[in-house]
C-alpha cells in the first residue's frame, strides 16, 4: 500500500492525556492540522463547520471549569474548538438575494457529520505529525455557557474540543469491538444475545491488559459483574443527567435556529 505510514497512524492512534506541558506546537504545525480538517469531505460542499483555536487563557478557563475540570487539558498546547456551523452559509445564501429555509433536522444531521470529519482528519493529521490528541465533549452539555464564552452566533454550535499536545508517553491502544461485530456483508446483521456478551468479554479483556492490568480469571468475572456492560455507562449517563442535558439541548438548537417549535 502506498500510504502505509498513513495507515499505521490510523490503526495505531489512541487518545493522548499526558502531554508535554513545556513543548508548544509550533505554528506551522498547526496551521497544518487546521488544513487537513479544512480538506474534510462534505455534505454538498456546504462545510457548515469552524474551528475556534483558543489562546486565551480567561476563555480556556471558563471552558476547562465547564469541562468537569479535566486537568490534562491544560497541559495540551493547542485547543481547537470545533462547531457545527450553519450561519456562513445562510449569510451568504442571504446576501445573494437567496432566501431559503435550510434547517431542521436533515442540515443538522449533516452538520453533525461534516464537523465529525473535520474532527477526525485533526486527529489523524495531529499523530501524522508526531503530535497526540484528545477529544473532550462536555462542551455539549453546556451549550449555552459555551455560545456566550465564544460569542457564537445563531445557527452555531460547539461540538467538542480537540486537545492537541506533544504526548510525554503514548499508552496502549484501546480495545474496540471486534471486526467480525462490527463488520456485516449486505444487509445488517444482528448479535446474538449469547455473543454480545462474549465479545464484550474479549474487548474488555483486552481493554484491561493495555493498562496492565491481568486479571486472573475469577477475579476478572467479578470485574465484569461489578462493572457490567450498561452499569459503567449508566453511572455517568444517569437517567436524570440524560433528560436534563437533552431538554437543554433540544432547547437550545430551537433558540439557535437549527431546529423549529
Ligand atoms: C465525542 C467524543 C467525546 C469525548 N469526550 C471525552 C472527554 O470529555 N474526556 C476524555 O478524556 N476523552 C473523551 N473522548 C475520548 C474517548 O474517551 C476515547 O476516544 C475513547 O475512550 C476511545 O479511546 P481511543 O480514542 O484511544 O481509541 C471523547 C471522544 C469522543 C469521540
Redesign the pocket.
Known amino acids: 500500500m502506498k500510504n502505509s505510514n498513513l495507515l499505521n497512524v490510523i490503526l495505531t492512534?489512541?487518545?493522548i492525556?499526558d502531554f508535554d506541558k513545556n513543548r508548544k506546537v509550533p505554528e506551522e504545525i498547526l496551521k497544518q492540522i487546521l488544513l487537513a480538517g479544512i480538506r474534510a469531505p462534505s455534505a454538498g460542499n456546504i462545510q457548515p463547520r469552524t474551528f475556534i483555536v483558543v489562546k486565551d487563557d480567561t476563555v480556556k478557563e471558563l471552558l476547562y471549569e465547564l469541562?468537569?475540570n479535566?486537568t490534562?487539558m491544560k497541559d495540551a498546547s493547542v485547543w481547537i474548538v470545533v462547531c457545527l456551523d450553519l450561519h456562513r452559509h445562510l449569510k451568504a445564501a442571504k446576501l445573494t438575494g437567496v432566501e431559503y429555509d435550510f434547517t431542521g433536522i436533515l442540515p443538522y444531521t449533516f452538520g453533525v457529520l461534516d464537523a465529525a470529519l473535520a474532527l477526525e482528519n485533526m486527529v489523524i493529521a495531529a499523530d501524522a505529525f508526531g503530535l497526540g490528541s484528545?477529544?473532550?465533549?462536555?462542551v455539549i452539555e453546556h451549550p449555552q455557557r459555551v455560545k456566550e464564552i465564544l460569542k457564537l452566533p445563531e445557527n452555531c454550535l460547539a461540538?467538542?474540543i480537540l486537545c492537541v499536545g506533544y504526548p510525554l508517553k503514548k499508552?496502549a491502544?484501546?480495545g474496540?469491538w471486534g471486526y467480525d461485530v462490527i463488520v456485516c456483508e449486505d444487509r445488517y446483521r444482528d448479535i446474538e444475545a449469547k455473543d454480545v456478551l462474549d465479545y464484550w468479554r474479549e474487548f474488555m479483556f483486552n481493554d484491561l491488559k493495555r493498562s496492565g492490568k491481568e486479571l486472573a480469571r475469577e477475579e476478572f468475572e467479578r470485574f465484569l459483574t461489578e462493572r457490567s456492560y450498561g452499569r459503567s455507562y449508566s453511572r455517568h449517563y444517569t437517567e436524570a443527567f440524560v433528560k436534563s442535558t437533552n431538554e437543554k439541548l433540544m432547547e437550545f438548537l430551537k433558540a439557535q435556529g437549527f431546529l423549529k417549535e
Do not use: Y
Request: hydrophobic share 30%; aromatic share 6%; with cysteine.
Open positions: 492512534r489512541t487518545s492525556r469541562c468537569e479535566q490534562f484528545v477529544i473532550i465533549g462536555s461540538l467538542s499508552p491502544i484501546r474496540k
